[in-house]
């Protein structure tokens, strides 16, 4: 957080409107004119952008909406409140998002959309999913700033969606997005707001506030800084950890990437290997906090499997220091080798 980030949020405090108006209008466009989409709606968490996305496009009770189980819990809670059945996709081994293939073996004459989430930070080609003419929806909530093919993640899908928590990209808080076409964000406007209505069509309370909206306009300013601080750290894990054995970093994706997580791949059980680093003073941690099939008991995801028991998170984040940075390798090739 910055000075001017405190200036702005203060200026909201003095004016005495804290509520969703001006500020949050003006971040609307401002969001929408860096995803190169139509419209925006701003809401309170992207967890909340998931499900209004999906209402968007009339997921309900009969429907099915496949979603990747190497993710977080959110997809499939935004899915069951609509009413409609998750579907869970394998994992892609090279990409760490959804694959293609498997998500187009999970179709069925139910499923009304399918979730693709840019994964740590890694913007995906949306073509495979595009031609399995479904309704897409982006999850962009690890990868604003990406661009793939000269297009920003978020313009391609039916619906994006975005989130604002305190450790994404940038932040507003607490606080998420929904784009696309103007007619279904305005559905997602109408159903963020119950108050003063004359139907008693069901709607929520799932706005952002203006306090919330000018913390996220100064972040959205800097998040092109914010961005290539984040790809200067993993140019340098990169150095440091490509000649250490039994740790396989991400190459560099040029501006496909924007790193949200440094997510490098080990041969070492992962219990132990977190704990080695805990004691040495780093918090790394597995960057999905466990595949969504096993919450359900369920079986036949191979890759996401092997994902979760090889995969892990290192520190990346605009304030990361570079002895930090440097500080973080030298553990890892250390408690590697132990």
Known sequence: MSVEDAERVARV?????????????????????????????AVSSGSAALELSLRALDVGHGDE??????????????????????????????????????????????????????????????DEFLALG?????????????????????????????SFYATKLLTTGEGGAVAGAPERVARVRDARDYDEREDLVPR????????QAALGRSQLGRLDAFIARRRAIAARYRTLLAPVAGCRPPGDQGERHVFHRFVVTVERPLGQLLEGLAGKGVTARRPVFRPIH??????????ADRLWTQCLSLPCYPSLADAEVEAVGAALAEALHA
């Open 13 to 41: 405090v003095r004016s005495g409107h804290l509520a969703q108006g001006a500020e949050v209008e003006a971040f609307e466009r401002e969001l929408a004119a860096r995803l190169g989409v139509a419209a925006v709606a």
């Open 65 to 126: 909406v496949v979603v990747p189980t190497y993710a977080c819990d959110a997809l499939h809670h935004a899915v069951t409140r609509c009413g409609a059945t998750p579907v869970l996709a394998d994992a892609d081994p090279e990409t760490l998002g959804p694959a293609a293939k498997d998500v187009a073996r999970r179709l069925t004459r139910r499923t009304r959309a399918v979730v693709v989430v840019h994964p740590f930070g890694l913007g995906l080609d949306l």
């Open 134 to 162: 479904v309704p897409v929806v982006e999850d962009c909530a690890q990868a604003i700033g990406a661009r793939v093919a000269g297009r920003s993640v978020g313009s391609r899908g039916a619906m994006a969606v975005c």
């Open 204 to 211: 929520f309370n799932f706005k952002l506030t203006d306090i």
């Open 294 to 303: 096993r919450a359900l008991g369920l079986d036949g995801y191979p890759e």
